[in-house]
């Protein structure tokens, strides 16, 4: 088990899951623009501002952000995150999204 979902301190779960780490998380693509490419699912292995991109049992595939809405498994609990949400550089993206978060609360 990934040590960082496991501890307290760093619980990732499904309403703070875009705050985190994407990297080496599960992801399936449940929300497509291209519908050809819907039920896409396989392990985080990159992300850029832009785009994520999963290991997949036919090999690696770039998923771009603004098109998708993604289910993460996070060792029990899923969190759907919207791609237009993330869409920032993932050192970018934490402070980002909490300052989104912030204003609209």
Same mark, same amino acid.
């Given at each position: !088990? %990934?040590? !960082? ?8 779960? #499904?309403? %703070? #899951?875009?705050? &985190?780490? +994407?990297?080496?998380?599960?992801? =399936?693509?449940?929300?497509r623009?291209? /519908? ?5 699912? *396989?392990r985080?292995?990159n992300? @850029?501002?832009? @785009? +994520?991109?999963?290991? @997949?049992?036919?090999?690696?595939? /770039? ?8 289910d +993460?498994? +996070? &060792? *029990?609990?899923?969190? =759907?995150? %919207? *791609? ?9 993206? /934490?402070?980002?999204v ?8």
């Amino acid at each position: !088990m %990934n040590k !960082m979902i496991s501890q307290k301190k760093y619980c990732i779960h #499904a309403q %703070n #899951a875009a705050l &985190h780490e +994407l990297i080496g998380l599960h992801a =399936h693509v449940i929300g497509r623009e291209d /519908t050809n490419k819907l039920d896409l699912q *396989g392990r985080i292995v990159n992300e @850029t501002q832009y @785009t +994520l991109e999963l290991e @997949t049992p036919g090999g690696p595939k /770039t998923v771009p952000k603004k098109e998708v809405l993604l289910d +993460l498994d +996070l &060792h *029990g609990e899923h969190a =759907h995150v %919207n *791609g237009k949400d993330i869409c920032f550089r993932p050192e970018d993206r /934490t402070k980002e999204v909490a300052r989104k978060r912030k204003v609209g609360a």
